[in-house]
Every structure is written in C-alpha cells, then in structure tokens.
C-alpha cells in the first residue's frame, strides 16, 4: 500500500518525523488556504460594506462552525475506521466505512441545510446579534445555507481520502474552492462586469458556487484517478449506510461531534457575550477570530494527521510506534503555533488594519484581546494532539467529558467570577484559563494509559485478539520522541 498512482500512503512503515510532517503539511496548507479565504473576505466585507458587515459575518461564521460540527464528528469517525481497515490491508472494509459515512452524511445535510434556513433568525437572535448587523447577517446566513449540502458533502470526501493516507487530493481541491471564491467575492459584493452588485449577499454567493465546483471535481477526480475509495458496480451499495458501519459512526461518530459542538456552543456563548459589550468590541472581536483562526491550523491539521496515522499503525498492530507519533506531533505542533504567535503579535497593527482599516479605535480593542487570548492557542494545540491519539483507537467520551468541563465550568465559570472585578477583561482571561486546564486533564488521561484497551467497533476477525495483545506493548505516558 505505498504512495503511487492509488493516491493511499502507507503510514505504518518508515521514520515517524518525515512520514508524519509530509502527511501533515498538504492538511495544513489546505486549512490555511480556507482560512486565508475567509480572511480574504473578510477584508472585501470590511473594507467594502463596513463595520457592521463585518460583525453580521461573526455572528454567520459562528453559526456555520456549528453546523460543520454536525458533520465533523461523523467524518472523524469514518477517518478512523478507514485508516484501521487500511493499517489491516483490508481494502474493502475502507470502501464500506466510506460509503456509509458519505451516503449518511448526504442525507444529514439536506436535513441541516433545511433547518438552518428556517431557523436562522432565531439563531441571530439567540446571539444578541446587533441590531445593525442583524440584516445582513440574515441575508449572509440564508445564502450559505443553500450551500451546506455542497460543503458537507466535500468535507466528508476529504476526510475520508485522508483517511487512506491521501492529503494531496483535498488539497488540490481545496485550492479550486478558494480560488473560485476569491475570484468571485469581489465580483459579486460590487457588481464588475456583467454582474449586479450584490453587497453582502454576493460573498456569500461566491463561497456558495466555489463549494459546489470543488464537490463536483473532487467526485470527478476521484473516478478519473481512480483513487482507492472509489465506489463502483456492487460497491455503490455501499451508499446505504449499513447497520455494522452505523453502529460505529453513531457510536464514535457523535461523541466525536459534539466535541465539535461543544466547542462551537462555548462559542456561541462568548460571542453573545461580546456583542453585550457593544459594536465596537464586536468588530474588534470579528477581526481577532481571524487571526485566531490561524492559530488553530497547525493543532488541528496536526491532530488530524496525528490521529490517522496512529489509526493506520493501530490496524496494524504497531502500538511500539504511537508514544513517538504523539511526541513528534506535539513536537511540530508546538513549533508551529509558536512561531506563529510570534509573527501576529509582532506584526499586529498591520494584520489588524486589514480588517478594519484605519479605525483606531477598533484595532486597540482588538490588541487588548490578543494579548490575552493568543497565546493560549499554544496549549488548545497539545490538547488536539493528545486528543487525536486517543481517538484512533475509539476513544471519544473523556474527550468530550474534558471538554464540557473546561469549555464551560472552567472558561464560562471563570467570566463570570472574574468579570465584576476586572470587566471584560474576564472574556479574554477566560481563554488561556481553559486551555490550560484542558492540556492538563488531557495529558493525565492520555499518560494513565486506559484508552490504549479500547477496541473500535469494526469487524477485525482475528485481529481483536492481536490488538488487545498489542494494547499493553508501549508504556503508557511516554511520549518523548526516540527515534
């Protein structure tokens, strides 16, 4: 199962460092050009339609985040199961991993596509929206949902190409969406050429079209290839989500997902508490997610990479090689999101201005945040990489339990002790604190060793047996690189 024409790379085999940083930088390319994306457009609403148009796309963004989160644990799931079938050489059991996730996940999608239509003014209300912003971002909202199945649907493809060991495909394809999008956004805000002006309707719109075009040639690519979890003849069965295969993805799948919603409801809560501060420190918050954005590229590209690799050498039975995928993860991730917090801190007011122009005001409320919340971002990432380990093999409950705890008792808890004293300060402290106390409870679940017993639920036939052997090889909690 070498890297060649099929598109899969074997992840068992070979130096972890090399192996797993190759695997790693197409995802995080990928993930950076999405971002980079919706910076972009954020500057184009910004600049072109204003302050207010910028928090309506705050208020949007937060609410699409959580409907990626519906999805997220579904694909994560399936990734896992891929990646354990592949580790096997069990070419077969992979495509039926596939097909079920990707035929669930079609029909999950119009379902959420359809509600976050007729849902999304309550949402916005929910939020505290401005009321400034609150048309706007209706407007915005509607729009993408049109495109939700488009968008899901390619997320699920991808995460399952990665599961194979494919990072390159996703992203191809993810540089086809954002080019499209890029390309269209301005076009379609002020109405060049041919086209009417169509404020902020039409970034939406553009982000719209560049999801459909990219599923389109992903699907298309992947037959004209023939990439490994091609479905054909018999095999488009696969379509229909069997029971074996749902048992697993609702099992891991959901926990998995509201790990996601979890953090997209902690989300939710904060920014209805930042637009309680006013429009201002609303738009400076808009601004600032941007950035934090990228600081969570390299953890969860990392924690993705991570967490397929380790699910390949799982099915394989090669427990003596996770301690040093999870040390050489760490390693990366902290080198990675270091230096870039270095980089946004230094070069601040240049990365601010972007957004929000000249307004001065604006860029000093948004300073004041990233002071108090970037460097955090440092400790979320060794947390996702923890994270990812535990969940090749199965292992999603603590995680979500972790979560839960330090998303909300801790971060939600410490706001509002801590705001009467020092105002809305506690909002910004409130980051590090959480991210701090959630590396912590996950490093002593992740070295306390129990989750290396877990088995997923897929049909293994013998190999049960070998992996609940292999379980117990490696020492738990070493997760020094060695070698």
């Known amino acids: 199962m070498a890297a060649g024409k099929t598109g899969a790379k074997d992840l068992t085999q070979g130096p972890i460092a090399s192996t797993l940083m190759l695997f790693a930088m197409p995802t995080l390319a ?32 937060i609410i699409m985040f959580l409907m990626f989160s519906v999805v997220f644990g579904f694909g994560m799931a399936s990734t896992v199961m891929i990646g354990q079938a592949m580790g096997r050489r069990d070419i077969d059991a992979a495509r039926r991993a596939f097909g079920s996730a990707v035929g669930f996940c079609m029909g999950l ?53 990665r599961g194979v060991g494919d990072a390159r495909t996703p992203l191809i394809f993810m540089i086809v969406s954002v080019a499209v999008d890029l390309i269209l956004n301005p076009v379609l805000i002020l109405g060049l050429g041919p086209f009417p002006a169509m404020g902020i309707a039409g970034s939406a719109t553009a982000t719209a079209v560049a999801g459909f075009v990219s599923l389109i040639g992903i699907i298309a690519y992947t037959y ?90 799982i099915g394989a039975g090669r427990w003596d090689r996770i301690s040093r995928i999870t040390g050489y ?20 007011e240049a990365l601010l201005g972007l957004f929000l122009g000249d307004n001065d005001a604006v860029i000093a409320e948004a300073w004041h945040m990233q002071l108090r919340v970037s460097w955090s971002f ?20 603590k995680p979500l339990i972790i979560l839960i705890f330090t998303l909300f008792a801790v971060r939600i808890g410490f706001y509002y002790l801590a705001y009467p004293r020092i105002g809305a300060d506690a909002l910004w402290f409130s980051f590090p604190a959480g991210s701090f106390v959630s590396l912590l409870l996950a490093y002593l679940v992740y070295a306390q060793g129990g989750w290396r017993k877990a088995k997923l639920l897929v049909p293994v036939h013998e190999e049960e047996c070998r992996e609940s052997v292999n379980s117990d090889a490696e020492p738990a909690g070493r997760i020094a690189p060695t070698g």
């Open 378 to 397: 440092i400790a979320f990432g060794c947390t996702m990489i923890l994270f990812g380990v535990m969940r090749a093999n199965g292992v999603v409950i």
């Open 329 to 348: 993860g760490i390693g990366y991730q902290l080198l990675i999101t270091g230096t870039m917090v270095a980089v946004m801190l230094t070069f601040h």
């Open 224 to 313: 004209a290839k023939d990439l490994p979890l091609r479905l054909r003849g018999l095999e488009l069965a696969y379509l229909r989500p069997a029971a074996e295969q749902m048992r697993v993805l609702l099992g891991k799948g959901l926990p998995m997902g509201l790990q996601m919603i979890v953090m997209s409801a902690s989300g939710l809560v904060m920014i209805g508490l930042v637009n309680r501060e006013g429009l201002q420190v609303t738009a400076a918050y808009g601004a600032s997610q941007q950035l934090w954005t990228y600081l969570q590229m390299p953890a969860m590209a990392m924690g993705g990479a991570v967490s397929a690799m380790a699910a390949q050498n």
């Open 30 to 61: 990928s993930n950076i050009l999405q971002s980079l994306n919706g910076s972009i457009n954020a500057i184009w609403v910004g600049r072109f339609l204003g302050p207010e148009a910028l928090a309506a796309t705050a208020n949007a963004n």
């Open 109 to 161: 999608a119009l379902v959420v596509s359809t509600l976050g239509w007729v849902g999304a003014p309550a949402l916005l209300r929910l939020l505290s929206t401005p009321v400034e912003a609150y048309a706007m971002a209706l407007v915005y909202l509607r729009v993408i949902f049109i495109a939700m199945p488009a968008t899901l649907l390619s997320v699920m493809i991808m995460m399952g190409l």
